[in-house]
């Protein structure tokens, strides 16, 4: 029987850069939306000679939209909101993600340029919300985790 995968159990993982440029990924804490959309480009086309239409994906364009209730002490947060404030553009604005399933480990990475868009539309807690959206290729690999998920490391496949 196929078995239903709780929403909870993929998990996102921010690379938050330190001041010599190496790299901790923190898990995505605290947000109420991080939905993901392909975004697929296609290609139709009409032959003359058939009597319907053919169509190609020939590529992707994914943006995971993002809102999260603002924590102090938060990294991500933290960094997405230095991003934010500081106005910073091109790979200034670029940060590593991935997506692991903590049942099988199975994840993917990829750059997403970080493009946030507001903030303060809740009246009861301070909140922002934007945009992750593909800046580079998808990377497939495995996730592990020695703290419960709180962080995590991403091993590519060979």
């Known amino acids: 029987m ?3 995968v709780p929403r909870h159990h993929i998990l996102a993982f921010y690379g938050v850069p330190d001041t010599s440029g190496n790299v901790t990924f923190y898990r995505m804490q605290y947000f109420t939306n991080l939905g993901k959309n392909k975004n697929p480009n296609k290609y139709t086309r009409k032959y003359v000679d058939e009597k319907s239409s053919r169509s190609d994906v020939t ?5 995971n939209s993002y809102t999260f209730d603002r ?7 933290e960094d997405i909101i230095s991003i934010s404030d500081r106005e910073l553009v091109g790979t200034d604005a670029v940060r590593t993600c991935f997506w692991v399933d903590i049942d099988t480990n199975k994840a993917v990475k990829r750059d997403y340029a970080v493009i946030p868009d507001s903030e303060a539309s809740d009246a009861n807690t301070y909140t922002h919300s934007g945009s992750l959206e593909a800046s580079g290729e998808p990377v497939f690999g495995t996730a592990t985790s020695s ?8 091993t590519e496949d060979t």
Request: glycine residues 4%; charged residues 15%.
């Open 71 to 77: 924590y102090r002490g938060n990294a991500v947060h």
């Open 59 to 63: 590529s992707y364009a994914e943006t």
């Open 147 to 154: 703290d419960n998920w709180l962080t995590a490391t991403f």
């Open 2 to 4: 196929p078995e239903l």
